[in-house]
């Protein structure tokens, strides 16, 4: 029976151990994405306010750079639009958070059984139900992450196309 308790021990230890390092990273992960996605939002509605409020100006007698701080304006615009369509920022930090929460639960429920009498028998079951569980949670973020990630590149792919020259105009 001796035997048993330290490799139950060993298997709870390195599941703690697995659980907090995720919950650590995804934290990270999901603040990184959170500011990446109220950055590119704020930044594509302030650019599209400038050039809304530059076109509107009357034309300058001393020169043309209104037209030319549109024509920046907007390209930075369209480079933050296709910057957010391709690495979906909004839609990450919500998978990060969500998955974050569920690693959170899943390390309460463990800190209980730890923290509350269980007998020997019942520890390898219970041990293997929470690893299960983990495992479970870190294969459906991934599959998720695999979406967003596949599902954002088609997007992009679709909203700015590549010229390759034989579809350029003039080039029937």
Avoid: C
């Avoid at 639960?105 to 219970?126: F, G, H, M």
Wanted: charged share 20%; glycine share 4%; aromatic share 12%.
């Amino acid at each position: 029976m001796d035997e048993q308790l330290p490799s139950q021990n060993d298997s709870l230890h390195y599941l703690e151990d697995e659980i907090l390092a995720r919950i650590k990273n995804f934290n990270q992960s999901a603040k990184w994405y959170r500011r990446r996605y109220y950055a590119t939002t704020m930044s594509a509605i302030l650019l599209s306010g400038a050039i809304t409020v530059i076109a509107g100006w009357r034309p300058n007698p001393h020169g043309n750079w209104p037209s030319n701080l549109i024509l920046a304006l907007g390209a930075a615009s369209t480079v933050i639009a296709a910057w957010g369509a391709f690495f979906s920022p909004r839609e990450t930090w919500l998978l990060y958070a969500q998955t974050l929460n569920k690693l959170k639960s899943l390390r309460a429920q463990i800190e209980y059984t730890v923290r509350s009498p269980v007998s020997i028998p019942d520890a390898k079951p219970r041990i293997d139900t929470f690893f299960a569980r983990y495992q479970a949670i870190v294969d459906e973020h991934n599959k998720q992450w695999l979406d967003i990630r596949s599902s954002s590149t088609r997007n992009a792919r679709q909203e700015f196309p590549k010229h390759d020259g034989a579809t350029s105009p003039g080039r029937g």
